[in-house]
């Protein structure tokens, strides 16, 4: 199986600010325009992320597996245990999958293109310590001119359609690029 080179491509923000909303309408138009999307979603809420105790992954994890896969009717699940996964690791493991993109929901210090959300006036930190922004949504209109004074990325409303038309036609740009010179 040939690994391909997808695209990545992340949408960040603070918690609430609408990541997973925006990340499954991106994941929903590309599919339908025949584009193989897989996502990496950092769980921010810190601790782990939940699981489903006494299934035999879970079994098997107990008993000192690092890692168990169950899958069933075309359903894979995942499981793996006492190893820090790096996102570079997650990466390549979502490569096995062939994907067109990679969105990654969170990781806003990595330095691949993203969509920043900003929630309020808070949020306008993240201006500074985010990297490789190709757009920005933000939730109040008197933040517009705050975000366009600061800089000349576009942004949009979190009402505004434009925001994920305009970064659905960017991933599939990328992805043509890519294609064409493989």
């Not at 006492?82 to 979502?94: A, C, F, P, T, V």
């Not at 000349?152 to 036609?169: E, V, Y």
Request: net charge neutral; charged share 25%; glycine share 6%.
């Amino acid at each position: 199986m040939a690994l391909v080179t997808p695209v990545i491509f992340q949408v960040v923000g603070y918690q609430n600010s609408g990541k997973t909303t925006i990340t499954s309408k991106l994941i929903n138009l590309l599919t339908e325009n025949g584009v193989k999307t897989v996502t990496i979603k950092h769980h921010g809420h810190g601790g782990r992320p939940d699981y489903l105790p006494l299934k035999d992954t879970e079994k098997h994890i107990k008993a000192g597996a690092i890692a168990s896969i169950v899958e069933g009717d075309g359903s894979l699940l995942l499981q793996a245990e006492n190893h820090y996964y790096s996102l570079e690791d997650q990466i390549e493991l979502m490569k096995f999958f062939q994907p067109d993109v990679i969105l990654i929901e969170g990781y806003k210090l990595e330095a691949f293109p993203k969509l920043l959300l900003l929630r309020d006036e808070n949020d306008f930190s993240l201006l500074k310590s985010v990297s490789n922004i190709a757009a920005i949504v933000y939730w109040k209109d008197k933040m517009e001119k705050v975000i366009t004074l600061r800089t000349n990325i576009p942004c949009f409303h979190i009402d505004d359609k434009r925001a994920i038309t305009w970064t659905l036609k960017l991933l599939q740009e990328l992805v043509q690029k890519i294609d064409q010179n493989s």
